[in-house]
């Protein structure tokens, strides 16, 4: 494992995906807040083929990693092969069910399945060749494309369509090229670096590894990927056909903003499943450990400086925007979905624990119960109370501090580890403190000066104090490094 070669991909990975954020954060600031309810119907197509594209992979690509180690380099390609024919077989049955489900309820948006299929499909693609660059540590370059495309697409559309230069029909249409596109960029960065061959003979494979352990392995998976999807993403769904397309655009400015802060997590969560995996294989539960809590602690401190950033500066922030009376109505959804993303940085690699285990099939029981959970607080807060979409980010909060506290609880039960350790409790009390005491500072006259003296405090006072503490040491590391 070359460590030097990981950490640059994980700087490499968070840089493009601060970039794809940058554009997404100015394009939510200043161009969708026009067309909310194009935006709503934008996310509603992603979210359709966010719960197709996992049922096309059926686990495919959580399996490449799993069984990649125990593989020769030969087999490694075989089993790259199987999956690659067995998400076209899946698609092709999707795109007969669509059809016989749209003709037979006589939907006069068909049209939205067709879309979210298509990009289902280019999503699934992408999904199998990131996994297998993951494999190779070569995960930068397809994250670009992944990121930045579909951010850069999406805003060009959105002012073509703002101007009449777009119909809606003709801007699905580009959006749902952007992400072929995509898939056709990744694959010709991956197989100038990877050569499957076109060997699609699969016999001598399951006499390497054993076909029904693939099969079941694959299956939970599956079950984990679309029941994570159904249990965190099922707003995206439910707002739309209870409340409307424009709620739903509102909620997705929220989403969008907050999601902001998992990007570091993402970065390192992909780079570090193979490594769990291989600390898996050899039994490594001293290292394991030992980057499970300096993981968690990392996340922790940058989840928490963002978090307090925005809690601190977002009214000030949006009061001095040109759409900011547009931007408003999202200000709550950000801070309780920015808490839940918060939490779940915190609880570092969890999933990737229990995925590559042989304890795997906790997985598939704590997502069916919370999937089970949010939909019932969902339908709860629309139905029983004035909450509105308010109510739906609540609920996302409370599914995703139970499913994550039930990981913690499993790995502890079953490897004897927590992410947390005084330092965490330490950081913990320091961002509390200090983000509590400049909330109850003066307020200036002015929204900018608010904006800059608070966030600009936050940010020095909460470096300042867990550097002296070392609570961080890949911070002081940084700031030793920079003097």
Avoid: H
């Avoid at 965190?232 to 409307?244: A, C, M, T």
């Avoid at 304890?359 to 939909?375: G, P």
């Avoid at 580890?417 to 400049?438: M, T």
Wanted: charged residues 10%; proline residues 3%; hydrophobic residues 55%.
């Amino acid at each position: 494992m070359d460590k030097q070669a990981s950490s640059k991909q994980v700087v490499l990975f968070s840089f493009i995906n601060y970039i794809g954020t940058a554009i997404g954060v100015l394009s939510v600031l200043f161009v969708y807040p026009y067309d909310k309810e194009f935006l709503g119907l934008v996310r509603y197509i992603d979210v359709i083929a966010q719960v197709l594209y996992p049922i096309m992979v059926m686990g495919a690509s959580q399996a490449l990693i799993k069984f990649y180690p125990s593989l020769s380099n030969q087999y490694q390609k075989r089993l790259f092969n199987y999956s690659v024919a067995s998400i076209l077989v899946i698609a092709f049955i999707i795109l007969i069910g669509i059809t016989i489900y749209t003709k037979a309820g006589q939907r006069t948006d068909s049209y939205i399945f067709y879309f979210a299929f298509t990009i289902a499909v280019a999503l699934a693609y992408v999904e199998l060749l990131k996994k297998q660059a993951q494999d190779m540590q070569k995960i930068a370059i397809p994250t670009l494309y992944e990121k930045l495309i579909p951010k850069i697409v999406l805003p060009i559309i959105f002012l073509l369509l703002l101007n009449n230069i777009f119909n809606i029909y003709e801007s699905l249409y580009v959006l749902t090229a952007g992400y072929i596109l995509v898939f056709l960029l990744t694959a010709i960065y991956l197989f100038k670096r990877f050569k499957p061959g076109f060997n699609y003979k699969f016999k001598p494979l399951f006499e390497k590894i054993s076909r029904k352990n693939y099969t079941q392995y694959s299956l939970f998976a599956f079950a984990g990927s679309l029941g994570s999807l159904l249990a965190f993403r099922i707003d995206g769904i439910i707002i739309p056909e209870l409340i409307s397309l424009e709620a739903n655009g509102t909620f997705t400015i929220g989403v969008t903003l907050a999601s902001t802060l998992q990007i570091p997590a993402v970065g390192m969560f992909a780079i570090y499943a193979p490594i769990v995996s291989r600390y898996l294989e050899k039994g490594n539960t001293v290292e394991l450990g030992r980057d499970y809590k300096r993981v968690a602690n990392l996340l922790f401190f940058i989840g928490t400086v963002l978090y307090s950033c925005i809690f601190l500066g977002i009214n000030n922030l949006f009061a001095v925007l040109p759409t900011g009376d547009n931007l408003i109505a999202s200000v709550p959804i950000i801070l309780i979905l920015g808490a839940s993303v918060v939490f779940n940085m915190a609880t570092s690699f969890n999933s990737e624990v229990i995925t590559f285990s042989k304890y795997y099939r906790f997985n598939l029981i704590a997502i069916l119960l919370l999937t089970i959970l949010n939909i019932s607080l969902n339908l709860y807060f629309i139905y029983y109370t004035s909450l509105g979409i308010v109510g739906v980010a609540y609920a996302s909060l409370i599914a995703m501090v139970l499913f994550n506290c039930s990981k913690l609880w499993f790995i502890y039960k079953k490897f004897g580890l927590l992410p947390f350790d005084a330092a965490f409790l330490k950081l913990a009390v320091i961002f509390i403190v200090s983000g509590l005491g400049i909330y109850l500072l003066p307020e200036a006259n002015s929204n900018s000066i608010n904006l800059f003296y608070k966030v600009g405090l936050s940010l020095i006072v909460n470096i300042v104090a867990v550097y002296k503490m070392k609570l961080v040491p890949q911070l002081n590391e940084r700031i030793n490094s920079l003097f």
